[in-house]
């Protein structure tokens, strides 16, 4: 992995690492509050109190919330994971100086899931694609059906491919 995905970071892995302290810290006070119900047993056989099966179960509630919360843990680091190896994917990939302007200005997205698939704020449908060569290409773009989204698309690409081009040559 890169230097890079450390300081790399997606509104959704900011809301995951959130959520991941809320259920740690909702956890700890549960097991906080059930170590404090078995010291109140103070150390007695529990079938020497009268509700001892009640508290047994109670006790085997308790473990069953708080296994059901560690779960919840579990599945929120493993989404945390996933997030970092998407940011990690996408930070691998080298691009022109052109389309990381695009990006930087909001103009671009780049897809996660394909680093090479970039989207045009305001279009839908319709992406550019940077080929291996280094060129780019457009797809979808029959399926743009408003006028303006058209003609916002094509200014784009482009204004990309005329910048990839003096890029290029210069």
């Known amino acids: 992995m890169s230097g890079r995905t450390d300081t790399v970071t997606s509104p959704r892995l900011r809301v995951l690492e959130l959520s991941l ?25 529990l079938n020497d109190k009268r509700n001892g099966v009640a508290t047994l179960n109670r006790w085997e509630r308790q473990n069953k919330r708080l296994q059901s919360l560690q779960d919840g843990i579990d599945l ?25 302007l695009g990006i930087s200005d909001g ?6 899931k394909h680093p090479n698939t970039f989207f045009v704020s305001g279009v839908d449908k319709a992406r550019i694609v940077l080929l291996p060569n280094g060129r780019v290409a457009h797809r979808y773009v029959s399926s743009i059906k408003d ?17 990839m081009d003096a890029e290029e040559r210069g």
């Open 21 to 45: 302290a809320k259920k740690k810290a909702h956890f700890d006070e549960r097991l906080n509050q059930h170590f404090a119900d078995v010291r109140s047993a103070n150390g007695q056989p």
């Open 76 to 100: 929120t680091n493993q989404a945390i994971e996933r997030e970092r190896s998407a940011i990690a994917r996408v930070s691998e990939v080298q691009l022109p100086d052109a389309i990381k």
């Open 107 to 112: 103009v671009l997205t780049q897809w996660r």
């Open 147 to 163: 006028a303006a989204q058209h003609k916002a698309f094509a200014k784009v690409y482009n204004g990309l491919r005329s910048a």
